[in-house]
C-alpha cells in the first residue's frame, strides 16, 4: 500500500508544481512570440490545438467512464461559449506579443483577476466587498501607470491586451459557470476540443508550410501546452487555489524574462511600478483564509 503524503506535504508539492508551471506557460509564451514572428497565428494555434485536443482525448479516454461520459455536458452552450471566448483571446494575446513583447503585453494582462472580480458580480451573483473594489482600483491604479496615457505607450498593441484581458476574464467566468454543472474533465475536454475545431475550420485559409528547424519550436510549443495544463490539474489536486493562486503572477516574472534575455525587450521603471501595483490589487482579491480554530458556519 503506498504511503499517504501529509497535507502540508501535498501543499508544499503543490507550489512547486504550480511554480514550474508558470516556467512552463511563459516558455510557451516565448515560443509563440517567435513563430508568430515568421507565420502567422492561426497556423501555430492550429497545430497547437490538434496536439491539444489529442492529449485531451487520451485523457478522458482513460477516465472513467471513458471519453463518452467525459464528453457528456450539463451545460454545452456555457462550455462552446468558453472555447469561443478562448480562441479569441489567444489570438489577440499573441498578437500582441508580437506587437508589445512579452514584458508590456504581461504586465498589462496581469490585470484580469481584477476583471473577473468586477465581473463576478453582475454576471454570477456574487456579492463585490468593499474590499474587491479597492483591489480593482489599486490594479486599474496600475495598468494606468503601465501604459502613461498621453505619452504615446498607450498603443493598439495596448488595446490588444486589455481586450484580451476582458475575454479571458469572461472566459474564467465561464468556467465557474459551467463548473457548477460539469465535472473538470468535461471542462478541460472541451478546453482542448472546441477550440481545435475552430481553428481546424480556419486552417483551410491560413496554411502555409513550416521551415524544417521551425518544427522542433512547433512541437515544443505544442508539448508546453499540454504539459502546463495538465501540471495546473496535478495543483489543484494537492494545493487549495488559494494557496497557489498568488504564484499565478511567475508567469507574468518568467515570461518577462524571456521577453528581455531572448528578445532584447525593455523594462521601463513604470512598468515594474505598474505592474506591483497591479499584483498587490490581485493579491487582495484573494479571499482570507479562516482559521483553523474558527467554526465552519462563523
Same mark, same amino acid.
Given at each position: ?154 498603443? !493598439?498593441?495596448?488595446?490588444?491586451? =486589455? @481586450?484580451? +484581458?476582458?475575454? %479571458?476574464?469572461?472566459?474564467? *467566468?465561464?468556467?465557474?459557470? $459551467? ?24 486552417? !483551410?485559409?491560413?496554411?502555409?508550410? =513550416? @521551415?524544417? +528547424?521551425?518544427? %522542433?519550436?512547433?512541437?515544443? *510549443?505544442?508539448?508546453?501546452? $499540454? ?72
Amino acid at each position: 500500500m503506498p504511503l499517504q503524503r501529509s497535507g502540508t506535504e501535498n501543499a508544499r508539492l503543490g507550489i512547486v508544481l504550480m511554480v514550474l508551471a508558470m516556467f512552463v506557460f511563459g516558455c510557451q509564451d516565448a515560443l509563440s512570440r517567435h513563430l508568430a514572428g515568421h507565420y502567422n497565428i492561426i497556423l501555430i494555434l492550429v497545430l497547437r490545438f490538434w496536439f491539444f485536443a489529442l492529449f485531451v482525448a487520451v485523457m478522458a479516454m482513460q477516465a472513467r467512464g471513458g471519453i463518452r461520459r467525459v464528453a457528456t455536458s450539463r451545460r454545452p452552450m456555457v462550455q462552446l461559449a468558453r472555447g469561443l471566448a478562448l480562441t479569441v483571446q489567444l489570438v489577440l494575446i499573441i498578437q500582441a506579443f508580437v506587437h508589445g513583447g512579452l514584458v508590456e503585453t504581461h504586465a498589462v494582462f496581469a490585470c484580469y483577476p481584477l476583471m473577473i472580480a468586477g465581473l463576478a458580480g453582475p454576471l454570477l451573483g456574487e456579492r463585490v466587498t468593499a474590499r474587491r473594489w479597492l483591489a480593482i482600483g489599486i490594479g486599474a491604479l496600475g495598468v494606468l501607470v503601465i501604459l502613461r496615457p498621453g505619452s504615446g505607450v498607450f498603443s !493598439p498593441a495596448s488595446l490588444l491586451v =486589455l @481586450a484580451a +484581458a476582458v475575454i %479571458f476574464a469572461l472566459y474564467s *467566468l465561464l468556467t465557474r459557470l $459551467a463548473a457548477r454543472h460539469d465535472p473538470p474533465e468535461t471542462s478541460f475536454f472541451y478546453l482542448g476540443t472546441i477550440p481545435a475545431v475552430i481553428f481546424t475550420l480556419l486552417a !483551410p485559409f491560413y496554411w502555409q508550410p =513550416l @521551415a524544417g +528547424a521551425d518544427w %522542433f519550436w512547433m512541437a515544443l *510549443l505544442c508539448v508546453t501546452g $499540454a504539459l502546463g495544463h495538465y501540471m495546473l490539474i496535478r495543483v489543484y489536486d494537492l494545493a487549495e487555489a488559494n494557496t497557489v493562486q498568488p504564484l499565478a503572477y511567475f508567469q507574468l516574472i518568467f515570461a518577462s524574462a524571456m521577453g528581455i534575455i531572448i528578445f532584447g525587450e525593455h523594462l521601463a521603471w513604470t512598468t515594474v511600478a505598474g505592474t506591483a501595483l497591479v499584483i498587490a490589487g490581485g493579491v487582495v482579491t484573494l479571499p482570507l483564509r479562516r482559521r483553523a480554530a474558527q467554526p465552519a458556519d462563523s
